[in-house]
């Protein structure tokens, strides 16, 4: 009885995989070749670890894959064991779709390399959003990526003007109006990553840039290996693909429960669904990896991850750049004794700490993009069907730092706190 209904479920979920249209004809010699794609880890799921797909041994042919899972599903072979040929069949169709080549993504190529892949992650994550109202998660990022893209083309270009004066220079500029205000322990109390600016500045090398420029991109891939085969196969399969996802140990029932949100109608399943997907991007694809750029050569990478922050202003319609939200405030002494505020317009937070970022993500950027999808498509419509070259260089942020930083000094002000209110 146990032995039949085993084959009774079998058959029942090949039957629900060749309904879906997962399932073909198998191309002959798939099913000898299948053993040796099977129980293998997904070492190269971290693009840290090098060019490529999930793992160095697995093809890069579609019709080849999409065989090699016909025969594993055909012979009842547990998802589990599969997990390695199922991630890489739909990240070889989404990079496709995308335009992109996988086998030679490699995101230590640097950014002129990865240029072309950048502009081709985001335009696909964007057409996803268009295609599709739900997917939002996707159209969020595709905005989001012309200020990542912007800032990382003008990283490269920081690179071989770094030892010009100019950006430590304004950095002690900032601590030196906050010091002439406030006295020295007001200084001490300002954010890490000001200081280390000012400290490492002079010391930042083009070799470090370059470092940081590829861990950057190494989480820009990790994020679209991550997710992309996911909203692919949604859009291609819909939930019963994702379902091979999960039994396939490729994610767990939170984020099975997310996509179910996503696909539901219901709007606030919808916003819910499409927050749980952005949190996993926070913090399951990049957090450890943003955690390791910010502790690079001490006060270089605090001072480089502070300064993407400073200097961002993100596409999305409403939201307030990072360097406003929560600014420098701090409680000082006037000189004749009564209690004062500090105030200076750059962020008291560093973009690359995961719950500071959170913070800005869910107050900032989800609500407002939310409300672009709902109540101002059209405008949102449109500002997506700008060629994604356009959008990317349109935001440029990093040339002007020192211009930045120099103003927001201007800007500083020590205003009385009223003791009555």
């Known amino acids: ?78 998802p589990a064991r599969y997990a390695a040929l199922l991630s890489q069949y739909w990240l070889v169709d989404a990079t496709s779709k995308a335009g992109i080549e996988l086998r030679s993504w490699n995101p230590r190529a640097g950014v002129a390399a990865n240029r072309e892949n950048l502009i081709k992650s985001y335009r696909y994550y964007e057409n996803l959003q268009l295609d599709h109202r739900e997917l939002r998660w996707a159209g969020m ?16 270009l920081l690179g071989t003007i770094y030892d010009l004066p100019g950006i430590s220079e304004a950095a002690r500029t900032v601590l030196g109006a906050v010091r002439n205000a406030a006295g020295p322990r007001a200084v001490a109390m300002l954010p890490p990553g000001l200081a280390a600016l000012a400290e490492a500045g002079p010391h930042i090398t083009p070799e470090d840039l370059n470092y940081i420029n590829g861990m950057i991109l190494v989480m820009q891939k990790n994020i679209f290996s991550d997710l992309m085969p996911m909203h692919d196969a949604y859009a291609s399969a819909g939930l019963p693909a994702l379902e091979e996802f999960q039994a396939a140990g490729l994610f767990g029932p939170d984020i099975m429960s997310a996509w179910r949100d996503v696909a539901s109608g219901d709007e606030n399943r919808v916003a819910a669904g499409n927050r749980a997907l952005l949190r996993r991007e926070q913090d399951s694809a990049v957090s450890a990896q943003w955690d390791q750029v910010r502790g690079y050569k001490g006060s270089v ?62 107050t900032e950027l989800l609500p407002k993009y939310q409300f672009q999808v709902q109540s101002q498509w059209p405008a949102l419509e449109a500002a997506m069907r700008v060629p994604y070259p356009v959008q990317l260089e349109s935001k440029r942020p990093l040339l002007n730092i020192p211009q930045l930083l120099i103003s927001a000094a201007r800007q500083l002000r020590v205003t009385p706190i009223d003791q009555e209110g």
């Open 141 to 156: 990022g595709g905005q989001v990526g012309a200020d990542f893209g912007g800032g990382l083309v003008d990283f490269e």
């Open 1 to 78: 009885m146990r032995i039949g209904a085993s084959l009774r479920t079998a058959a029942l979920s090949l039957a629900a995989a060749i309904g879906l249209g997962l399932v073909a004809a198998t191309p002959a010699g798939a099913t000898a070749e299948l053993d040796r794609y099977l129980d293998l880890p997904l070492v190269n799921r971290d693009a840290a670890s090098g060019p490529g797909g999930v793992h160095p041994a697995l093809p890069y042919d579609a019709e080849t894959l999409r065989g090699l899972l016909n025969s594993a599903r055909a012979r009842g072979i547990a």
């Open 301 to 362: 990478g605090e001072a480089i991850t502070y300064l993407s922050g400073a200097a961002g202003s993100p596409s999305v319609a409403g939201v307030v750049p990072p360097r406003e939200f929560h600014p420098v405030q701090m409680p000082v002494s006037l000189p004749d004794g009564r209690p004062g505020l500090l105030t200076l317009p750059l962020p008291d937070w560093n973009w690359s700490v995961l719950d500071a970022r959170w913070d800005y993500i869910t």
